[in-house]
Nanobody
Framework: QVQLVESGGGVVQAGGSLRLSCSAS????????MGWFRQAPGQARVQVAV???????TYDNSVKGRFTISGDYANKTVYLQMNTLRPDDTAVYYC????????????????WGKGTQVTVSS
């Protein structure tokens, strides 16, 4: 069984910073991509930033220049440094791991964390 555990959410004033962390555990043989999605109330879940095992990153336009994703694939951990936060960044942030291959299991799967709340007050 694969689990993703997030930490680092909270309440911050506009202009402030937060750092999210996510660690994957379980019988993982390999994983290719980890990242962060977010879902605001009444809205769909959207991709914020992802990083693959080769270090290639992708950001949503709304966070470019403010958020930085980094990964430690040896330890199956991904981070999201969020600076200059805005009220419209308020959402539940979900960690995602894609193309996860488990030991003794064929094929790759996608896993989600339970989410961590980020609230930015104006």
């Amino acid at each position: 069984q694969v689990q993703l555990v997030e930490s680092g959410g909270g309440v911050v004033q506009a202009g402030g910073s937060l750092r999210l962390s996510c660690s994957a555990s379980g019988n993982i043989f390999s994983l290719h991509t980890m990242g962060w999605f977010r879902q605001a109330p009444g809205q769909a879940r959207v991709q914020v930033a992802v990083i693959n095992s080769e270090g290639l990153t992708t950001y949503d336009n709304s966070v470019k220049g403010r958020f930085t994703i980094s990964g430690d694939y040896a330890n199956k951990t991904v981070y999201l440094q969020m600076n200059t936060l805005r009220p419209d960044d308020t959402a539940v942030y979900y960690c995602n791991a894609a193309h996860v291959v488990q030991i003794g299991v064929s094929g790759g799967r996608t896993y989600w964390g339970k989410g961590t709340q980020v609230t930015v007050s104006s």
